[in-house]
């Protein structure tokens, strides 16, 4: 590890804070950005790395993260927080949201305030920010690999033991807008400072238009957990898309949604700065191909990286946010468009200030890319890190 204090970084194309890609230096003191200056400009004194024309980005945040080789979040340890967010940096992203799963709901509890307690730096790794809950408020028809038996109704003594037991720690909270008490509870979590998804939901189009209305601020996994589009009856997916309001996840990695329709959507200028990556990486991510069993105890198959039910059911996200970057940038995205959508994109969604941007007063989480988007130096909290993967 190399500590970057006093150091100015020149020589190389920053993805500033305004989304441009232009040569800049970037000086950190105290483990934060201190200056960003046009050109190879900087302070007399400090010592100079010249990058030599790579590129330099923000952290990759990832919003919705389950687990990684091997290890699940809703154990709820430090050991395997530790494990995921080593894994996690070691891939370009330098901050996640721990994405639970839908179990019995006193197990959950459990779960979500051992969560609570692990906020912040992990070990070596990438820091947690705090929790997703990705069930159990979610549609029975559109659940995906929840299970059924513990799915239930966002009632007003759910949310109040929910929200005693993750405090400031929920992040975001993913809910079927059509749900009995949906309403309600959407009014209940803004008003606590959790954002809303809509996800895993089978609602209309004005149902989904009228939970925006109420506060949903988010889409989970756009497309995926959510009827196809149908030209007489829309369905969440085009509400979610026509309001400004709603930033949108996408899993881009080539399976859960296609490649074209990932270029499609950040070519689309009224998009730009509203759609974010996430991985949805499950505890099978990062294992070999062949035959493994899921945390919960569901048989899964990996073949070129990609996680399959018995069934041929996709099971969950096996790649990394930096590798959206790179599919969208293979299917004609702008480079600074797509590494916004790591970066700049999630870190306003969750309305964080100190991270997501290369501006004065953030955090030095950066990434050293090439050309072709590989990382040649991954630096958090201005510190120069080295994880396997």
């Known amino acids: 590890m190399q500590n970057l204090d006093g150091v100015v970084l020149v020589g190389a194309r920053v993805l500033r804070s305004d989304g441009r890609l232009e040569p800049a230096s970037i000086e950190i003191e105290d483990g934060r950005i201190a200056r960003v200056v046009e050109g190879a400009e900087a302070t007399a004194g400090r010592i100079r790395y010249d990058l030599a024309g790579r590129i330099v980005a923000p952290g990759m945040i990832d919003t919705h993260v389950h687990g990684r080789l091997g290890h699940h979040v809703m154990s709820a340890t430090r050991a ?7 894994a996690l940096l070691a891939h370009g992203t330098t901050s996640f949201v721990a994405a639970t799963a839908t179990v019995e709901y006193g197990r959950l509890l459990g779960a979500v305030t051992g969560l609570a307690g692990l906020v912040g730096p992990v070990k070596a790794g990438a820091e947690l920010l705090g929790i997703h809950l990705e069930g159990p408020f979610l549609s029975p028809v559109r659940r995906g690999v929840h299970p059924l038996e513990h799915l239930v109704a966002p009632t007003p003594e759910r949310l109040d033991a929910l929200l005693e037991a993750a405090g400031a720690a929920l992040r975001i909270c993913t809910l079927a807008p059509e749900l009995d008490g949906a309403s309600e509870a959407i009014k209940r979590l803004v008003a606590a400072g959790v954002r809303v998804a809509a996800g895993h939901t089978d609602a209309s189009y004005a149902r989904t238009a009228e939970a925006v209305a109420e506060g949903v601020t988010r889409a989970t996994h756009l497309f995926n957990g959510m009827p196809p589009v149908h030209h007489r009856k829309p369905g969440p997916v085009p509400a979610l898309l026509a309001d400004p309001r709603v930033r949108v996840e996408l899993v881009a990695d080539g399976v859960h949604v296609a490649p074209e329709l990932v270029g499609v959507l950040l070519r689309a200028p009224d998009l730009r700065g509203r759609v974010m990556f996430v991985s949805d990486g499950t505890d099978v991510a990062g ?13 899964v198959v990996i073949r070129g990286g990609a996680a399959t039910t018995l069934a041929g059911a996709v099971a969950g996200g096996t ?42 007063g953030q955090w030095a989480d950066l990434l050293v890319l090439t050309e072709t988007l590989d990382i040649e130096t991954t630096i958090l909290h201005g510190v120069v890190r080295r994880e396997e993967s």
């Open 287 to 299: 294992l070999a191909d062949g035959p493994h069993r899921r945390w919960e105890g569901t048989p």
């Open 319 to 360: 790649g990394t946010v930096l590798d959206g970057v790179r599919l969208a940038v293979d299917q004609g995205v702008p480079v600074e468009v797509a590494l916004a959508a790591g970066s700049h994109v999630p870190a306003d969604s969750l309305g964080l200030t100190d991270r997501g941007r290369i501006a004065p």
């Open 80 to 86: 395997s927080v530790d494990v995921i967010g080593r």
